[in-house]
């Protein structure tokens, strides 16, 4: 997994912004607000993260509804695996993920690992 280029990155924040299936024109429409950019460059970056398997996408009249394949979440945990099996020793590369974490950060990630714990102690 590699991560998104900055318009990448822009046009997927919209995707998961947006609750539903849109067309480009929609995320044209939200983009153009931050910054100039022409429709054709958006399709361009919407079809190649379809190509990529990062959007699926529906014909519907003359355009397409694209919606994404991963949540914004399942994107950042793959990230963070990459990271890790590519950072030689993992157990040091944990332990100075885990003491740039805020005390919040690391009560949600004692939390996960918990629920965790028990969801494979049960099976």
């Known amino acids: 997994m590699r991560g998104f280029g900055d318009l990448e990155a822009a046009v997927m924040q919209q995707m998961w912004n947006f609750a539903t299936p849109v067309t480009v024109r929609q995320v044209h429409t939200a983009l153009v607000r931050d910054r100039p950019l022409a429709y054709t460059t958006v399709l361009t970056v ?56 805020t005390l919040e950060e690391a009560v949600a990630l004692r939390a996960a690992l ?9 099976s």
């Open 46 to 101: 919407m079809e190649k993260l379809f190509r990529k398997g990062w959007l699926e996408r529906d014909r519907e009249g003359k355009a397409h509804r694209y919606r994404t394949v991963a949540t914004r979440e399942q994107y950042g945990a793959g990230l963070m695996r990459e990271a890790l099996s590519g950072s030689g020793d993992r157990e040091v590369a944990l332990l100075d993920f885990v003491r740039q974490m």
């Open 114 to 122: 918990d629920s965790y714990e028990r969801k494979i102690a049960g």
